[in-house]
């Protein structure tokens, strides 16, 4: 039963549908991180949780005006009336006591919240008075708060012309005291509390006043002759915040159960006001036994969170805290919440005197004007708490029971856990958060609040700030001296989240010691590795460029505990190791040398060939900074740092570009280190590029197979190349010789069209001096490229005193082919320091008389491209290239620059398209470079600058980028695993999409094809086809010419896309493969010099973009193939042909096939989605096989032939690779065997260049080889010899098997096209195309079958590619 259910439509799959589950099992390649990002870091937010002004009140003035026993005249009070002043009844003593009393009781309240405040009490005084103690306040306080409490129930209300009241000497007059006096004695800053009948006019003739002290500034700044003029400038009364007890309008409540100092005793006695107000209202009856008089009984002491009124206390503080940041704005909550102490506690309680005071009809006033929070929802959570406290208050007294602590905290708690889990990405942040930072206090609920707080934060940046700006930082900072070991994962998660946010916290943790903390988690083995990881990146953190961290971190032993951890098995643990190593020993020498006395930099070796890219990444950036420290050098430390570079030079031809990336800047520290010797090399290998004549590639190469001119009005448009890893035609100086674009002129001299050749041409005037600066580089790619190939076979002992093979030299060579790397953003780097050090090597030999002449001060104008124009135009022309007037450019235009250099003075030597902006703010000395005295000053300040940019200009951002996981979160169901996600839903549509594709060619092959020439398709290409590719599921095929690559949709019959592969102009296309076909398709294209490029974004309306670039086979220069061994082996395979008695016919087919290159395979490769294994191989002696999740080489099998590999196919089941050869034999490898072992099979049955060796993927599959003369050959793998062989024709130049339908056709340079079956009966023969007249088909250039459907896409060289399907009917 349960097996039919599993297998019933409700429940989702038919049988047939399971088998296709398979493409969910499938790995994908190249969709890490790494590859859909670019490598930066997150923009900083601005954090303004920081107080830049804490203030403190330091002085408080108590003025009261009571005038006990005597009413004032305008108020009539009711009888009876309220008459409690600071909870003593006036009358119950003589009126001086009572006076004094009273004050002494308000300055003890006030106590409570500023104990250390000065207090000063004015008791019914003079205006003198008034005016003696705010001066002497202010004086003392500085640029301190002051505090003016008045109290004015003894007199008249104020006045509307601004005044308030006080008393003549004797008692007999009411004096008014204008409040513009008071603002002149007060100053600023200064809190006001006004305590009386209509006090809310004080409040607006205190503004008023203050505008008009402001105009009388503006007047007098103004008019030098004005009274104000030559006073010094009084402070702003803008920042003044002002208490007052009710509006302009109101009079104070006289309820005889209230005390007539309502408002004060609500500033100042919250807690009792609030339970006596509680106490008064109808609800309270539903607690039996609780009085007025109970209520002075509460046991405890406010500050003592475990008694009741503490704890009620705490609740209350909690509340208000949280309703003030629920319902004030940020920066409004941070000056009056978190700035000043006192002032926080004045306005919490302000918030219950609302709250109280509304319910007689009075509202409280204040300035900054708050919105209403009296009807806020956290106050029901307040009368619940006093409600539970209260009701336990008769048994606690009476009987001395326990006190049952309130469930408040822990229900709060809950709440935001629901908020967490429950709720949606975009809402409101949480009501709770400020009390969870109340909650930390506790031990009690501790551990729980640090778990939710860690949980909050893991939301993202957004969360992180809301969480500083509450004020969790002390907590947190405070909690690192907790020696509670179940605080440790918690305490280590949320500072990860802080720091990754925010890396100035830094200094503060280094200041309280709380890197020891993290030294000791780290150090720590029972740690599990991720919580040990967040250690390490917060000990990279406070090391970061701060100097201070790393004297701290490198004294608590950082280095040897991070040692101890590099070998680690958790990845992200040894990356941080490696990168935290990296930081603390950046321009820091004391810590280098600590790391050479721990053989740090030999333990770091290790790390290079460690599986993962990010982590071979972050050992790369540890031992560049390692040699890139500016101390003095002794001859230890110069072969320490020769080491290092000889190991980290072995990475030229890693896998990921992030390394290559990482690698450039690591070498760049030694350029800068030793830029003398560099400098020497530079020079030596410019004389040789001049004086040595390389055989151009460019000028072997036949006229044909330039990019021939494109002509009438449907010229294509190239899709410009957007993307951080750009081709190189629109970052480098990658230019193509002038012959190129003069042949894509029209002769009108029209708009030129998007050839690949003209994308890297660009005009520019030229400065008098190449300098980096103008983005003019010295050496352009032509000239680096031929450096390179000179320094590989041509004698460089000639060096004036660096000897041939020294380190300078090698590590010259690995820049020089870096420059050459495939990825843009690496040839980039490599050649802003190749360019330095030409720029700075021809500068120091240029003659004197040059540095004197006037033409050196003009500024070149700044490049016309700006942000890419001319990729971005639609047809206008690119400007003539203009020529360089350096003696080192070589004529070179100047590459386009994507984004126009901002105009700056000439020739400082920077590095880069865009200089910093603090570029130009060196230090001017000249120590290092001091030339003599009779050297020009100004150039050695260049020299300084250009020093310095170096290393400014030089970062890849890695470890900003790899610092972003920790701000991302990490508790998060990725999306791809969330089953109702979008990308779930589009994956699950494409697997089904899949699914069908397999379903119905299968039905159709297997029905079996008796014809395939009825033709689908057909149009005229951009350029001639080389190597076409069917997309597996998509009615999309991808055809490539000699540097650039077009994508049809053959069902529709459109063109979708046409873009530059960026390879060099003497290489071409001759591979191409679909990776993830099944799922999120890139596309591999492999070029003859050995490169493979990754292209995401293709054929849809996106831009192209470049996933990455590596050398795939590093020794198939195409120079060194012409010119050397390659060229010979490659011509002896030709001899071997003629041997085995080939006719002439084979041999034009053989020139034919291989062009432009004298004989050559070009790059071969086979692709292995199933375990993401990539074969390549082709002019070389090896199949080399590349791991795509490592990024990695992981076996060079030899071939053990002295000719090129030609074709390539693997069976992942069986562990075989099979290779046809030029020399026409058929060799299987297995590849689980040594490297002298594994070549298993070796057939000799062909006689001539192999076109074709296929293995089916079956488990007895068989190998099906063809070769140039037409003879079909089939083999089993374990027997010696062919089992069966077919003739087709002769003059083979392409050929296809399909995979499913047992069907190959082959076609021939005379223009036909053959389809056979299995048994070798022709089926079809196609020699014309269908409509145009019946144009005949020009000769095959490349054909391929649809690996499921019946379709063979056919490209020749008249420029056509059409697809051919079985007959209708059938489909």
Same mark, same amino acid.
């Given at each position: ?9 409700v ?16 790995? *994908? ?11 930066e ?10 107080m ?40 119950s ?12 009781n ?5 106590? $409570? %919240? ?16 008034v ?6 306040l202010?004086?003392n ?6 505090l003016?409490?008045?109290?004015g129930?003894?007199v008249?209300?104020? =006045?509307?012309?601004?005044? &308030? ?9 009411y004096i +008014?005291?204008?409040i513009?006096?008071?603002q002149?004695?007060?100053?600023? +800053?200064? &809190? ?9 006019i ?17 007047v007098?700044a103004?008019?030098?002759?004005? +009274? ?9 009364m ?43 209202q ?15 009984k ?17 609740? @209350?503080?909690a ?27 004045? @306005?919490?309680n ?14 409280p006033?204040s ?10 929802a ?16 008769? =048994? ?11 469930p ?11 908020? *967490?889990?429950m709720?949606?990405?975009?809402? $409101? ?32 940046? %957004?969360?992180?700030?809301?969480a ?19 605080l ?6 949320i ?5 990754a946010?925010?890396s ?9 010691n ?14 599990p ?10 000990? #990279? /953190? ?19 505990? !991070? ?30 040398? !600590?790391? /050479?006395?721990?053989?740090a930099?030999e333990? *770091?070796y ?7 890219p ?34 980290? #030079? ?28 560099? !400098? ?20 072997t190469?036949?006229?044909g ?6 002509d ?36 009108e001299?029209?708009?030129?069209t998007?050839s ?23 050496l ?10 000179v320094s ?14 020294s ?7 690995v ?24 720029y ?9 008389k040059?540095?004197d ?32 007037s350096?003696?080192?450019? $070589?004529e ?6 994507r ?9 400082t ?32 300040d260049?020299?300084?600058a250009?020093?310095?940019?170096i290393?400014v ?5 890695l ?29 699950? %549509? ?11 060619s ?7 094809i ?17 190597v ?10 991808? /055809? ?6 077009? @994508?049809?949709?053959?069902?529709k ?10 390879n060099?102009?003497y =290489?071409?296309?001759?591979a ?10 890139l ?46 082996? !490659? ?7 003629? $041997?085995?008695?080939c ?6 087919v ?13 790059m ?10 990539l074969?390549?191989?082709g ?32 069976d ?6 099979? #290779? ?12 689980r ?46 027997t ?10 002769k ?38 195309y269908?409509?145009f ?8 250039s ?9 379709h ?10 059409s ?9």
């Amino acid at each position: 039963m349960d097996a039919e259910l599993l297998h019933s439509p409700v429940v989702g799959l038919t049988e047939e549908e399971e088998a296709d589950m398979s493409d969910w099992n499938l790995p *994908l390649a190249f969709m890490k991180k790494r590859h859909l990002e670019k490598i930066e870091g997150s923009r900083a937010l601005a954090q303004s949780w920081r107080m830049k002004d804490r203030m403190k009140t330091v002085s408080v003035a108590l003025v009261l005006c009571l005038n006990v026993g005597v009413d004032p005249p305008d108020v009539v009070k009711t009888s009876p009336c309220a008459r409690l002043e600071c909870w003593i009844d006036p009358l119950s003593m003589s009126p001086q006591k009572a006076l004094e009393t009273i004050g002494a009781n308000l300055q003890k309240q006030y106590e $409570n %919240w500023q104990p250390r405040a000065r207090y000063k009490q004015s008791l019914d005084p003079t205006v003198d008075e008034v005016k003696k103690l705010c001066t002497s306040l202010r004086r003392n306080a500085k640029e301190e708060r002051v505090l003016f409490h008045y109290n004015g129930h003894g007199v008249p209300r104020p =006045t509307v012309n601004g005044e &308030i009241w006080v008393f003549n000497k004797n008692y007999t007059q009411y004096i +008014p005291l204008s409040i513009y006096d008071l603002q002149t004695w007060m100053g600023s +800053p200064s &809190i006001f509390v006004y305590d009386c009948s209509n006090a809310g006019i004080i409040v607006k003739s205190f503004k008023q006043f203050a505008l008009q002290r402001e105009q009388e500034l503006e007047v007098a700044a103004i008019n030098p002759n004005h +009274p104000l003029a030559q006073m010094p400038l009084p402070p702003s009364m803008k920042n003044c915040i002002q208490l007052a007890a009710c509006e302009a309008s109101e009079l104070l409540p006289m309820n005889p159960d209230l005390p007539a100092d309502l408002f004060t005793s609500c500033l100042t006695t919250p807690i009792k006001i609030a339970l006596r107000w509680f106490c008064m209202q109808k609800s309270a009856k539903l607690v039996p036994g609780v009085t007025l008089d109970l209520i002075e009984k509460i046991p405890g002491r406010l500050n003592d969170r475990r008694t009741p009124l503490g704890e009620l206390n705490w609740i @209350f503080t909690a509340i208000t805290d949280t309703i003030a940041w629920n319902v004030l704005p940020r920066d409004l909550f941070q000056k009056l919440f978190r700035q000043d102490l006192l002032v926080a506690s004045l @306005f919490r309680n302000f918030l219950l005197a609302e709250r109280i005071m509304r319910s007689y009809n009075c509202t409280p006033v204040s300035s900054p004007r708050l919105p209403p929070t009296y009807m806020h929802a956290m106050w029901q959570a307040w009368d619940l708490a006093v409600d539970i406290c209260l009701s336990q208050l008769p =048994t606690i007294i009476e009987e001395g029971t326990a006190f049952r602590h309130s469930p408040f905290f822990a229900e709060q708690l809950t709440a935001f856990q629901v908020w *967490l889990t429950m709720g949606v990405e975009n809402r $409101n942040p949480p009501e709770q958060l400020p009390i969870v930072l109340q909650v930390l206090l506790s031990q009690v609920h501790r551990l729980r609040a640090l778990d939710l707080l860690g949980r909050f934060l893991d939301l993202g940046p %957004w969360a992180v700030s809301l969480a500083l700006s509450v004020g969790i930082f002390p907590y947190v900072l405070k909690l690192l001296q907790s020696s509670a070991r179940e605080l440790r994962p918690l305490l280590v998660f949320i500072w990860a989240k802080i720091l990754a946010v925010d890396s100035s916290c830094q200094a503060d943790l280094v200041k309280d010691n709380g890197h020891k903390y993290f030294l000791s988690v780290l150090a720590d083995p029972y740690m599990p590795a991720e919580h040990r990881t967040m250690a390490v990146f917060i000990l #990279a /953190v406070i090391v970061n460029n701060y100097n201070t961290g790393q004297e701290a971190c490198l004294q608590g032993n950082l280095i040897s505990i !991070c040692l101890e951890q590099l070998s680690d098995p958790h990845p992200l643990l040894r990356q941080w190791v490696a990168i935290c190593l990296g930081r603390i020993w950046q321009n820091f020498d004391s810590a280098r040398w !600590c790391g /050479v006395r721990d053989s740090a930099h030999e333990k *770091l070796y290790s790390l290079l060939s460690d599986p993962i890219p990010e982590v071979r990444c972050a050992a790369v950036f540890a031992l560049g900074t390692f040699v890139g420290n500016s101390a003095e050098r002794t001859d230890h430390s110069t072969t320490i740092d020769h080491n290092v570079a000889m190991m980290l #030079a072995q990475l030229i031809n890693d896998g990921s570009p992030v390394v290559r990336k990482e690698l450039v800047v690591a070498l760049s520290h030694l350029v800068v280190q030793y830029e003398s010797n560099f !400098c020497t090399v530079a020079l030596q290998f410019m004389e040789e590029e001049k004086n040595y004549a390389v055989p151009s590639p460019g000028n072997t190469t036949e006229p044909g197979n330039l990019t021939p001119v494109r002509d009438g009005p449907t010229l294509p448009r190239l899709r410009p190349v957007n993307s951080y890893t750009n081709i190189r035609a629109a970052t480098t100086a990658r230019n193509l010789n002038k012959s190129l674009q003069n042949l894509n002129l029209n002769e009108e001299g029209g708009p030129v069209t998007f050839s690949p050749g003209n994308l890297s041409a660009s005009s520019s005037a030229s400065s008098t001096l190449g300098s980096p600066d103008n983005d003019e580089y010295l050496l352009s790619f032509e000239t680096i490229d031929k450096m390179r190939r000179v320094s590989s076979y041509s004698s460089l002992n000639s060096l004036i005193g660096v000897s041939f093979n020294s380190v300078y030299t090698q590590i010259w060579r690995v820049l020089l082919h870096l420059a050459a790397d495939p990825f843009p953003e690496v040839s980039d780097l490599a050649m802003k320091v190749l360019n330095s050090i030409a720029y700075k090597a021809t500068m120091n030999t240029r003659p004197q008389k040059i540095l004197d002449s006037g033409s050196l001060t003009q500024s070149a104008p700044a490049s016309p491209t700006s942000k890419g124009t001319l990729i971005h135009q639609a047809g206008g022309s690119p400007p003539i290239p203009g020529v360089s007037s350096s003696s080192l450019t $070589n004529e070179v235009p100047k590459p386009p620059t994507r984004e126009a250099p901002p105009s700056r003075p000439p020739y400082t030597p920077t590095l880069g398209n865009q200089a910093p902006p603090h570029s130009h703010q060196f230090s001017r000395t000249r120590k290092m470079f001091d030339k003599g005295p009779d050297q020009m000053a100004e150039d050695g300040d260049e020299a300084t600058a250009h020093r310095n940019f170096i290393s400014v200009a030089l970062q890849t951002g890695l470890c900003d980028w790899s610092a972003k996981y920790f701000a991302q979160p990490v508790m998060k169901i990725p999306e791809e695993h969330d089953l109702e996600s979008q990308v779930r839903k589009e994956r699950e %549509w494409r697997f089904l999409r899949n699914a069908g594709v397999r379903r119905h060619s299968q039905r159709i092959t297997q029905r079996g094809i008796a014809r395939l020439d009825d033709q689908i398709f057909i149009n005229r290409n951009p350029g001639v086809p080389s190597v076409v590719k069917f997309h597996p599921f998509n009615p999309c095929i991808a /055809v490539a010419d000699k540097d650039s690559i077009c @994508f049809w949709d053959w069902e529709k019959g459109e063109r979708l896309d046409y873009f530059y592969n960026g390879n060099p102009r003497y =290489t071409r296309i001759t591979a191409m493969e679909y990776l993830n076909g099944h799922d999120c398709s890139l596309l591999l294209t492999a070029t003859d010099d050995g490169a493979l490029r990754i292209w995401k974004n293709f054929a849809d309306q996106r831009n192209p973009e470049m996933v990455t670039a590596w050398q795939g086979l590093s020794d198939m220069l195409p120079t060194t193939r012409v010119a050397g061994k390659a060229f010979r082996n !490659c011509s002896t395979s030709r001899d071997s042909r003629e $041997n085995h008695g080939c006719s002439g016919l084979a041999r034009r087919v053989s020139i034919y096939l291989d062009r432009s290159k004298q004989g050559g395979a070009g790059m071969v490769v086979d692709w292995e989605q199933e375990t993401g294994l990539l074969m390549t191989s082709g002019d070389v002696r090896v199949i080399r096989i590349w791991d795509t999740e490592r990024e990695m080489k992981v076996q060079d099998i030899p071939t053990g032939a002295d000719s090129c590999v030609t074709s390539l196919s693997c069976d992942p089941q069986r562990s075989l690779v099979v #290779a046809g050869l030029g020399d026409g034999s058929v060799r299987v490898y297995d590849r689980r065997m040594a490297p002298n072992e594994c070549r298993v099979m070796t057939y000799r049955e062909h006689g001539a260049w192999v076109v074709k060796a296929h293995v089916q993927r079956e488990t007895n599959g068989e190998i099906v080889s063809v070769s140039v003369n037409g003879d079909v050959r089939f083999f089993e793998a374990r027997t010696p010899d062919s089992v069966n062989v077919l003739q087709t024709v002769k003059g083979l130049t392409a050929l296809d098997i399909h995979p499913q339908a047992n069907l190959f056709a082959c076609g021939s340079m005379n223009q036909f096209i053959a389809v056979y079956n299995s048994n070798g009966d022709v089926i079809s023969n196609i020699k014309y195309y269908d409509g145009f007249m019946g144009q005949r088909i020009g000769a095959i250039s490349c054909l391929a079958f649809h690996p499921y459907w019946p379709h063979l896409a056919v490209g020749s060289n008249d420029y056509y590619m059409s697809i051919y399907s079985a007959e209708k009917r059938l489909r």
